[in-house]
């Protein structure tokens, strides 16, 4: 297995979140457009010790980070030498043509991720019975998204369900870095190498303490020839469940719902990638994991596209039938102080992890340029530090410390 680290379209993604101009409305789900435009990746800005996140997993997640920031394409007057950016030839192909089983991948991945968003956000505000605050970004020069959130609802304390679709330039240096894991990433004139990253990223952040979190990450990026086609590509993402109470019929049922969608596709996905999710969310300083897991992978590029892609597809649309029955049992619980305190402590932790350990938060916060608020998302509206608490032994939050100690396999 690979060692874990942070792809290149967790960083990217993460860190094309600076808006130049936005619009904001609020919305209980319908389809949805975005914006973008170019974005070129400036390598006096990477750490000399560091390693390009893209050969590597928004947070998307990672070892080994490299900083950079976007600067603007040079300005060529000559349009005879200037060939039509990437984005632009794919936007006039959306224009004449539509997105067909025929069209390239990125643009097929950027629709999938349109049309889940719109559905989740749908079915979550339904839940909810509050709509999502939605707000389309973009920048000039980096790329654009759309920011699906829902803060103080009836249900969750916090919900964010986000896509970025970025078009921009590797230079040379970071070309050669990636061909440590993609052997036919090339840029035979030496001139930066096109790029393209779009994902959809989520964390749901319930109000009440029996009711699970849960976090999703789905991503797709590529670099391309001049005239557009693709030259190397890769698949990553993953999703897992962090709760304060444990219910084992939850865990089992959200690991289920994902290793059918899984063994659908390959028997061995689901313990390969289950076990590098436990390995990544890992709280190395508490030394427990973050959660009860789900599956993690990243640089997936070792079959037919076609094969991996309708892999993706089903891992993001089993969120859904995953989750919900989920949230659906919980969130009308009753509950004491005492257990939204835990739950406020346990956030603590969750907390702790994105902030201390996660590889593409880092990425993203020490990006300039970078939009903060797209980054922090995941983290939830309130949590707890208390000094040396201890659960009481043999009660329900003893339990969960010990399960979390010892990932379990659930299915």
Avoid at 214 to 224: A, Q
Wanted: proline content about 7%; some cysteine.
């Amino acid at each position: 297995m690979k060692p874990f680290r942070t792809s290149s379209s967790t960083a990217l993604l993460r860190n094309a979140q600076h808006p130049l101009r936005r619009s904001v409305s609020t919305i209980s789900g319908r389809r949805l457009t975005s914006t973008w435009s170019h974005v070129t990746l400036n390598p006096s800005q990477w750490s000399g010790s560091s390693k390009l996140a893209a050969t590597a997993a928004v947070g998307a997640a990672a070892l080994g980070l490299s900083y950079w920031q976007y600067s603007a394409p040079r300005i060529q007057c000559d349009s005879k030498k200037s060939p039509v950016p990437i984005n632009q030839q794919d936007q006039k192909t959306k224009y004449d043509n539509g997105v067909t089983p025929d069209s390239p991948m990125r643009l097929r991945m950027e629709q999938f991720i349109k049309d889940q968003q719109s559905q989740i956000i749908a079915t979550l505000g339904a839940i909810d019975g509050k709509p999502f605050q939605v707000d389309t970004w973009e920048r000039s020069h980096g790329g654009g998204g759309i920011s699906c959130i829902l803060q103080d609802g009836n249900v969750f304390e916090k919900a964010g369900v986000n896509i970025s679709i970025v078009y921009g330039k590797l230079p040379p240096a970071a070309v050669e870095k990636m061909r440590v894991d993609h052997k036919n990433i090339a840029s035979p004139t030496g001139e930066p190498l096109d790029f393209f990253a779009a994902g959809l990223s989520m964390v749901l952040h319930p109000h009440n303490p029996n009711a699970p979190t849960v976090h999703l990450n789905y991503r797709y990026f590529e670099t391309m020839n001049p005239d557009g086609t693709s030259q190397s590509w890769w698949f990553g993402g993953g999703t897992d469940l962090t709760p304060s109470y444990l219910f084992d019929e939850d865990a089992i049922h959200f690991h289920k719902t994902i290793k059918d969608a899984c063994d659908k596709h390959d028997k061995d996905y689901y313990p390969k990638f289950k076990k590098w999710c436990d390995e990544y969310f890992f709280v190395k300083h508490r030394d427990e994991c973050r959660g009860v897991g789900g599956i993690f992978f990243d640089d997936l590029d070792d079959k037919d596209p076609e094969q991996l892609f309708s892999f993706v597809q089903d891992c993001l649309k089993a969120f859904l039938p995953s989750y919900v029955p989920v949230i659906e049992r919980r969130k009308d619980m009753p509950f004491t102080d005492a257990e939204k305190q835990w739950q406020q402590l346990r956030r603590g932790r969750y907390v702790e992890f994105n902030l201390v350990h996660d590889r593409g938060t880092s990425f993203g916060l020490n990006t300039p340029g970078a939009r903060v608020e797209s980054i922090l998302m995941s983290l939830p509206l309130t949590a707890r530090w208390q000094y040396m608490h201890e659960p009481t032994p043999g009660s329900r939050e003893e339990r969960l410390l010990k399960v979390l100690k010892e990932p379990v396999e659930w299915v």
